[in-house]
């Protein structure tokens, strides 16, 4: 089971930019990555902010949605599982404008990363929680079902 979690952030946050051009335009990069929890913090200025100088709703939704990536696949790495990781759903709650100038996402697994395994059909699905924090309030909610396709199935 892999746990330097140091090189994993590296890892990830490395993944990201080559592979979703868009989470290095907004400076996207893992804050803590703990065994089940990632944070995640972008920069509001000057690339995810909307007329109102608050965060743009998209730019919070994809924050979102890439937290919630990168917890699946910081769970696959460390229960040392390959899959190609889809959104197959979500919803998002917008509670509260984002002013912070670094906003934070977490996102938090309960499950026993020992028991992740793809099913016969080679597919792993995860529903997760992210919240997108703001001055240390909760900003937005976001709820998506992850999938994740083994590779060289």
């Known amino acids: 089971m ?3 979690f140091k090189a994993l952030a590296a890892e990830l946050q490395q993944t990201w930019h080559q592979t979703i051009p868009l989470s290095q335009f907004m400076q996207l990069e893992v804050a803590e990555g703990l ?9 509001l200025a ?4 909307n007329l109102h100088n608050t965060m743009f709703a998209g730019a919070i939704y994809t924050q979102c949605t890439l937290t919630g990536w990168g917890l699946v696949w910081w769970l696959l ?5 390959k899959g190609d990781i ?4 979500a919803d998002i709650r917008y509670s509260a404008p984002v002013t912070d100038p670094t ?14 395994a793809f099913n016969p059909k080679g597919r792993l ?15 937005a909610r ?11 199935e």
């Open 2 to 4: 892999r746990s330097d």
């Open 35 to 43: 065994a089940k929890q990632l944070t995640t913090r972008t920069q």
């Open 46 to 49: 000057p690339n995810n902010l």
């Open 77 to 81: 790495e460390q229960a040392g599982l």
């Open 86 to 89: 889809v959104l197959a759903q």
């Open 103 to 116: 906003p934070l996402a977490v996102c938090r697994w309960d499950g026993d990363i020992k028991e992740l």
């Open 125 to 139: 699905s995860l529903s997760l929680e992210v919240e997108l924090y703001s001055q240390n309030t909760v900003a």
């Open 142 to 152: 976001f709820s998506g079902r992850f999938v994740a396709l083994a590779q060289g």
